[in-house]
């Protein structure tokens, strides 16, 4: 059944000033709280069927406590993944569609590093029974294989994708506000059971963990059309159609019913491939048929709040240390980590 928009909206409204309660007293407290209560985070997520920009506008109604210190990153010029010279360009290109490509493609050296890494660490099969286990990788058997952060920060290449300063001072400038790394993802996507695209993301939705964030993506393998693009409903991240803003999966389908489609765009390239992408829009990764994709992603946001967060333990490299002294709010739950 279509929403009716009426309806929603009364519904949202009581849930958009419980974010804003909630949110405000998570920032308050004097050390981030552990955790956001469920109702809260159901709130949220639910208030934000009002408008895919409500998230930004209650992020800066509510986290002011960051002080100065907060706005201070490691030189963004020792990036190994972002030519400083891009960073005003990506900001602009994900304010005008959602997302931006970078020219440049990392060293080769640093992806052939991670996707080696990658191939000998365990994962967790989606779907399957849980247990970690080496990536199968000549015979998968599921659509996707997740390795945790915890694995992941065990890569010191990962580290420093994890620990960028450059593209936490786009994320500033694209938000407007301090930034948190809050999240790493990093997995695999294979040619097998496409009928779980639910499941493994390859269906759109929108990403609702934070009230406001961006994502930085990129493809350690090689990924062409058939190979797994992301995929993105350009404009998405500033307007979506009422039948099309839910908290949940949406069919392409649906996106064509809406006449929407020419506004679809698969983004992809040679490994090295790094994109900055507000995954508020309506995006998906695509089902890959003709081979696997392994691609890793960290997410800046303007807080905690929201989504149960992690605090993994690992040794960091000189490196992550350093940038964690000069930006110890960005890389603040790597905190424990730093005392190894
Ligand atoms: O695989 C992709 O390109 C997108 C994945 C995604 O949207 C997700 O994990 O939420």
Known sequence: MRPNPVVENALALPRVAKTLLAARAFDKSAVPPHATPGQSQFNMRSSMNLDPRLGKSLSKLSFRKASGE???????????????????????????????????????????????????????????????????????????????????????????????????????????????????????????????????????????????????????????????????????????????????????????????WQNVVELFGPAGTVMAVDTIGLHKGKTPTAGDRLALESEFSTSLFGNDYERPQFTPTDLVRERFAAMPWVLQRYSESMTR
């Open 70 to 260: 907060a706005w201070k990153l490691a030189d963004p010029g020792s990036s190994r993944f972002i030519d400083v010279t891009e960073v005003d360009q990506a900001a602009a290109g994900v304010q005008r569609d959602g997302f931006y490509v970078f020219q440049k493609t990392v060293d080769p050296s640093i992806s052939t590093a991670i996707r080696e890494f990658a191939e000998q660490a365990p994962c967790i099969a989606r779907g399957g029974d849980g247990a970690p286990a080496i990536y199968p990788r000549s015979a998968p058997q599921v659509g996707r294989y997740d390795l945790e952060e915890t694995t992941g920060l065990q890569c010191p290449e990962v580290q420093e994708f994890a620990a960028d300063p450059a593209m936490a001072l786009i994320a500033q400038k694209y938000l407007g506000q301090p930034v948190v790394m809050d999240e790493i993802a990093f997995w695999w996507t294979t040619t097998q059971r496409a009928e779980d695209a639910n499941l493994n993301a390859q269906m759109f939705h929108q990403d609702r963990d934070r009230l406001s964030f961006l994502k930085f993506f990129i493809f350690l393998t090689d990924v062409t059309p058939e190979t797994g693009p992301h995929v993105y409903l350009k404009g998405s991240h500033r307007k979506i159609p009422w039948g099309l803003r839910k908290d949940g999966r949406i069919s392409d389908e649906s996106v064509r019913a809406a006449g929407l």
